[in-house]
């Protein structure tokens, strides 16, 4: 399937993450929310981008969504105390930021 994203035109497929689908309010506002979350509860952007990465490579990604847990990835890997769903996890939880 083909979209227009960011004024050029792009493949979205089900590996594709939210932000790499054509623009609708939903997945704006998602990220929007994880933008507005306070930092201490969030990873770095390097450790995030990381995440995302093996997300993208996952078989489970379909469509923005992990079909192992049903959560919107992007969401997940934003958060700390969050850790991959699947029963060998790509990624674990980082540590709080107070036991830094």
């Known amino acids: ?8 035109m792009r493949r979205v ?23 507005r979350l ?8 390097d450790i995030y981008e990381e ?7 996952c078989e489970s990604l379909l469509s923005g969504m992990c079909r192992i847990c049903g959560c919107y990835v992007e969401l ?3 958060m700390r105390k969050n850790s991959c769903p699947a029963v ?3 990624w674990d939880k980082e540590p709080e930021a107070e036991e830094w």
């Not at 995440?51 to 490579?57: A, G, I, P």
Request: proline letters at 6%; hydrophobic letters at 25%.
């Open 51 to 57: 995440r995302l990465s093996k997300c993208r490579e």
């Open 38 to 45: 306070d930092d201490d509860v969030k990873v770095p952007s």
């Open 1 to 8: 399937m083909n979209a227009l994203v960011n004024g050029e």
């Open 76 to 78: 997940r890997a934003c």
């Open 13 to 35: 497929c089900r590996k594709c993450l939210l932000r790499d689908m054509p623009e609708e309010e939903y997945f704006r506002n998602l990220h929007e929310y994880i933008e």
């Open 88 to 90: 060998h996890p790509k």
